[in-house]
């Protein structure tokens, strides 16, 4: 038999475009050398892989030979001479970047530490160039490989350095893990220009597709059809709309979905399961899927089980066969009381047992990714830090027991997690944008690089994709090294069965890669952010008679405020003022309380273009240097802002209400009021800061002459009194609060750049605002809930999810760490109880808030006729029993809804139109909503920050360790509220050793001596250990790096 052609599956006109000639002729050698029949079922596994990566035309080949030398001992270890493959290496090692050369031990030590930018997760990210070059020379498989036959196997006990930063829930590859949103973009791109940088992505769908083959055997791809599944060379000399490729076109890649009809039919008799899948920005073969049971969620392993649903979207998912589950091993340790865990996938009715001294079992938590920050819990709940990576295979001890052992009896359900494939797109919630890199195709003789150029999307989370060369630049074949740093948007327009790549539309060019302004164009259309100008017939629906003045019949119907003093706390920058207090001392000692509300549901008549167009928007989305509204700015910065010295109209709440913060009575209603000033957060910290002091005439603004400075600062001080009351009720009631640090920036006025960042602080002025703005949506929420309890729209929290949660608490246990867990006001008191109160406490607290947020799920907006069962509107960070939003209607839609509900109840307004269908999809659209505007501010926030060390870099600051990994570990820089993570392989170390000191992860670090004859320093890193770090920007756009001090350095 021809292995050379029929196993590698090159036809005779492939052959010749196929350039690795010396690995083939090897390759053939080896087979005329070993004729046994697991032998060749073995080489057909590694001319698989070999060709796979060579059709994928910009491999690197740096790459190829780190995997082919890393299986030379993988020969070695079946008793195969590894030296038939040494002229594969030497072929290819001096094609290398960076002179790097294979087996240098030296070389391992010269990289730099990996960490992400405003691409990257907050976790921080690698290189994954260096990542995937700088390896170990031990095999890169890491698993048990199995014959489809069943009757040969290969068992490798060895793992590289980057198969240990890795789970075990898919079969081990020596390629990066991926990034977030833009985690290695500029990375993958930067090797675009010189060495086809969607190669790296290339080979880890390819390799990704036969970990498929593998282990999802109801997707199954023989890995004798390397052209069937991720191993095809549809980029070389097909198109989609290739009529010669038609032709000959293999299998399909992808399932067909099935039918809505049986859809909905399976969805209703239990067989399938819909939701939101969530993909790992980190490990893009990794998806997640909420289980019904609130337990362990389902996990989508590979891309072809995915079956080219994107993150976000509602899918309809078929459970596996429980043989094919997710067996979740627990961890061991040997007698250094190192440890590691293993997640095995093979059938569950004989499965090993790991052994060891220790009957604690490790934490498994699946990844969570709200707000798509989405993170893998295993890199920061570092319970036996993060032991599926602390110590080689070879270490751990395997007991192959006899067939008649208790433990080859079929593990219990808690051992396992749900495993599925999707097979229905529900709904498309992904805005399928993308921004990303332009490349021509390599094969340009070929007839699909005549018509397409190929996108590569900076989210590794996407396909990439194919787009005519029509929409592209004119001269982009002439000079596309000239587009080589420009981003693109393009938009996927298809995906079918049998294609890797998706198929899509270039919608335009943004310009260079890591300027701001290109940047967040790109950032607010990737994540479906509307803000196109408002056109003619929106404005058609706000006043035309301008200056604007409220009727005479409107003031008549409403409660007149005006002469009240009444004013606006917000920030100084604010412009879209939607909220009021006033405090009046009554004669009896109480006080009247109000809290007065834009009325902006008079302006947006209920199904008008505006407010189609506002139901769509759904909320405001606030950026570093703007904000793109939700409403016209006529209406959110003049008609409906209270303004100071402006009549405006209101919905108003007032309490009469005693010192203590004891509820007395209640009134609502339609009111107009006159704002007598404008103060800042500043403005009211230092009237509560200086109670005794009369504040200057120039240190506040411009004040109605109708009130005193005096009659504000008392008003000030007893709504402080007041909010004091309230709040310490609150968490004495069982209240929840997780703050987390939060990064502001001053900006060049002229420029827009960043002049200087500083961690923000939530004082006492922010704390009086937010208390009557809770106790505000609470009384909306019960009035609305009494009077239309099957129409009321409110904002429910789930509690903690149980799995990740009993992970998080056992990780407190293994810590030490003594956290009351039962429920949400024993935490908070035990979460602000446990650091006392020297100097570091608070970013040791910061560090396990940041730990404590990870099990709790997000709050979400409902229909109340649509949750039958009352104890589900519970809010378990507020611990209340109905909640929903009312005080912020110019920025969020679901607050317009509750004022036209709450004008219904109170009779002066219409009745809602929307039935509670509609109304729970439009809950269901403003969660959508305000999870991408949190994720955009947040990466409008990486982006600015990133620019910032750029221009103002190298910043020096204090670190926090958070999470310690075998060869890894991640710290929080206190200075600036970031999180990165640091690499052993990128300091000037001797060496690093990972231990547990009782049940707490260690990492030692021994620095190589700065001077000839010195000693080695030892270092040592565990959870809350305080280090020296400094920032510095990346040859990259918009990436930099956090480097560890060495112990002692000179500041």
């Known amino acids: 038999m021809d292995h050379t052609k029929a196993n590698l599956g090159l036809s005779g006109k492939e052959g010749p475009n196929w350039t690795g000639v010396q690995q083939k002729n090897a390759y053939a050698r080896l087979v005329q050398q070993h004729h046994s029949g697991r032998f060749k079922l073995y080489l057909n596994y590694i001319a698989q892989k070999l060709q796979m990566e060579e059709t994928s035309h910009g491999d690197t080949v ?33 094609r290398c970047e960076k002179g790097f050369a294979l087996g240098n031990p030296s070389m391992q030590s010269e990289t730099e530490v990996h960490s992400s930018g405003r691409h990257g997760n907050r976790d921080g990210d690698f290189d994954p160039k260096a990542k995937a070059t700088f390896q170990s020379r031990s095999n890169v498989f890491g698993t048990k490989l199995q014959s489809p036959k069943g009757n040969c196997d290969f068992d490798f006990k060895k793992e590289s350095q980057a198969e240990k930063q890795m789970p075990r829930g898919a079969a081990r590859e020596i390629y990066p893990d991926g990034g977030d949103r833009r985690g290695f973009s500029r990375i993958r791109n930067k090797s675009e220009c010189a060495s086809s940088p969607p190669s790296v992505e290339r080979k880890r769908q390819l390799s990704e597709s036969y970990s498929d083959s593998m282990y999802n055997t109801h997707n199954m791809v023989s890995p004798l059809h390397p052209g069937s599944a991720r191993g095809g060379n549809r980029s070389s000399g097909s198109t989609p709309n290739d009529k010669k490729y038609n032709k000959t076109r293999k299998r399909n890649i992808f399932e067909a979905y099935i039918s809505k009809e049986d859809a909905s039919a399976g969805l209703k008799r239990g067989e399938l399961i819909q939701g939101a ?7 893009f073969h990794e998806a997640f899927l909420p289980s019904p049971d609130g337990l362990r969620d389902i996990f989508i392993d590979g891309v072809v089980s995915r079956n080219r649903a994107l993150n976000g979207d509602i899918v309809v998912v078929k459970l596996l066969p429980r043989e094919q589950w997710k067996v979740v091993k627990p961890e061991v340790s040997d007698g250094d009381k190192t440890s590691t865990q293993i997640d095995i996938r093979q059938p569950i009715t004989t499965p090993r047992r790991v052994h060891d001294g220790s009957n604690s079992p490790d934490i498994i938590i699946e990844a969570q990714f709200e707000y798509g920050l989405e993170e893998d819990l295993r890199t920061k709940l570092s319970c036996n830090a993060d032991s599926e990576k602390t110590n080689k295979l070879e270490n751990i001890k395997i007991n192959k027991e006899p067939s008649n052992s208790v433990h080859q009896s079929p593990l219990m359900d808690d051992g396992l997690q749900k495993t599925a494939k999707v097979v229905y797109i529900l709904e498309r919630k992904h805005s399928r944008a993308a921004t990303g890199f332009l490349k021509p195709l390599n094969d340009k003789s070929g007839e699909l690089a005549k018509k397409f150029a190929l996108f590569s999307p900076v989210d590794h989370r996407l396909p990439r994709i194919y787009v005519p060369l029509a929409d592209c630049p004119a001269d982009f074949l002439i000079r596309p090294q000239d587009f080589s740093t420009t981003l693109f948007i393009c938009r996927i327009t298809d995906w079918r069965a049998d294609s890797n790549f998706a198929e899509g539309k270039l919608m335009k060019s943004l310009g260079q890669a890591g300027e701001i302004e290109p940047e967040t164009e790109g950032i607010l259309t990737e994540y479906g952010v509307d803000f196109s100008e408002f056109s003619n017939i929106v404005l058609q629906c706000l006043p035309q008679n301008l200056p604007w003045t409220i009727p005479q019949e409107e003031l008549a119907k409403r409660k007149d405020l005006r002469k009240e003093c009444i004013f606006t706390i917000d920030p100084a920058t604010a412009r879209d003022l939607d909220d009021a207090l006033s405090c009046k001392l009554l004669p009896d000692g109480n006080f009247e309380v109000g809290v007065h509300i834009a009325d902006v549901s008079y302006f947006v008549g209920e199904g008008n273009a505006l407010d189609l167009l506002a139901s769509e928007r759904a909320t405001s989305v606030y950026l570093v240097q703007k904000v793109i509204p939700m409403l016209p700015r006529l209406l959110c910065e003049e008609l409906c802002s209270l303004n100071p010295m402006a009549d405006r109209l209101t919905f108003s709440v007032i309490w009469k209400i005693t010192p203590q913060g004891k509820i007395l009575e209640e009134w609502f209603g339609r009111s107009v009021i006159c704002s007598c000033v404008k103060l800042s957060y500043d403005h009211a910290q230092s009237l509560i800061e ?152 608070t970013a ?91 994720r955009v501010q947040e990466l409008s926030a990486e982006l600015f920050f990133s620019v910032f060390v750029k221009e103002c870099g190298p910043l020096e600051s204090e670190a926090m360790v958070m999470g310690v990994l075998n060869e890894a570990f991640d710290v929080l820089v206190l200075r600036f509220g970031v999180q990165k993570r640091i690499y052993c392989n990128a300091l000037p170390l001797l060496g690093s050793h990972f231990q547990q000191v009782g049940k707490k992860p260690e990492l030692t670090l021994v620095w190589s001596p700065e001077r000839e004859g010195d000693e080695p320093v030892q270092q040592v890193i565990s959870i809350f250990t305080l280090l020296e770090v400094v920032l510095k920007s990346d040859n990259v756009p918009l990436k930099y790096t956090a480097v560890l001090k060495r112990p002692g350095a000179a500041n």
């Open 690 to 841: 200086s109670p005794n002091k009369r504040p200057d005439v120039g240190e506040l603004p411009p004040i109605s002459s109708d009130h005193t400075v005096e009659e504000i600062q008392k008003s000030v001080l007893n709504l402080h009194l007041i909010a004091q009351n309230l709040r310490r009720q609150r968490f004495e009631e069982g209240a929840l609060r997780l703050d987390q640090l939060k990064l502001s920036f001053t900006l060049d006025k002229d420029s827009g750049m960043p002049q200087g960042c500083y961690i923000y602080n939530y004082r006492d002025s922010n704390k009086l605002v937010e208390e009557f703005m809770l106790l505000a949506n609470m009384a909306a929420a019960h009035k609305i809930y009494s009077r239309f309890p099957e129409l009321a729209l409110l904002r429910r929290h789930p509690p903690p999810q149980t799995k990740l949660l009993n992970d998080l608490i056992e990780f407190c246990d293994q810590m030490g760490i003594k956290l009351d867990f039962t429920n949400s006001g024993t935490l908070h008191k035990s979460l602000n109880d446990q650091f006392g109160a020297d100097e570091y406490a």
């Open 277 to 283: 899948l969530r993909i790992n920005p980190k490990k």
């Open 844 to 934: 040791r607290k910061e560090v396990l808030t940041n730990m404590c947020s990870r099990p709790m799920q997000m709050a979400v907006y409902f229909c109340t006729g649509v949750l039958r069962d009352e104890t589900l509107f519970h809010h378990y960070a507020l611990n209340v029993p109905l909640y929903t939003h009312f005080t912020s209607p110019i920025r969020r839609y679901a607050d317009i809804i509750v004022h036209r509900l709450l004008a219904a109840a109170l009779g002066c307004g219409p009745s809602l139109r929307l039935p509670q269908e509609a109304i729970q999809k439009q809950a269901d659209h403003c969660n959508d909503r305000k999870t991408a505007s949190k």
């Open 62 to 94: 740096c790459d190829r030979d780190s995997k082919v030398e890393g299986l030379q001992e993988g020969f070695g270890r079946n008793g195969l001479n590894s030296n038939t493959l040494s002229s594969y290496g030497r072929s290819s090692s001096s």
